[in-house]
């Protein structure tokens, strides 16, 4: 008989957003397939879905140097 062996992959996640932050779903499929989260980073993000794309969309601009400069750092402190 084999054995099979539980395995855990440690990932980080790295998202963009208009409104805010939102890990959850990624965060459940992420659970399923055994996966530890090590970090998560967010920044704002120009963003046209639904509504926002009738004013031109929201947060123009983003991501800027300093957040990509933020998220740098984020991944060298893991």
């Known amino acids: 008989m084999r054995k099979t062996y539980r395995t855990t992959k440690r990932v980080f996640l790295i998202c963009t957003y208009g409104g805010s ?36 969309g929201i947060e123009k601009g983003h991501p800027d140097e300093e957040d990509i400069k933020n998220a740098v750092e984020f991944v060298r402190e893991l």
């Open 21 to 56: 932050a939102n890990y959850k779903s990624i965060e459940q499929i992420l659970d399923k397939k055994h996966s530890t989260v090590i970090g998560k980073f967010g920044c704002k993000g120009y963003d046209t879905f639904g509504p926002f794309k009738l004013v031109g």
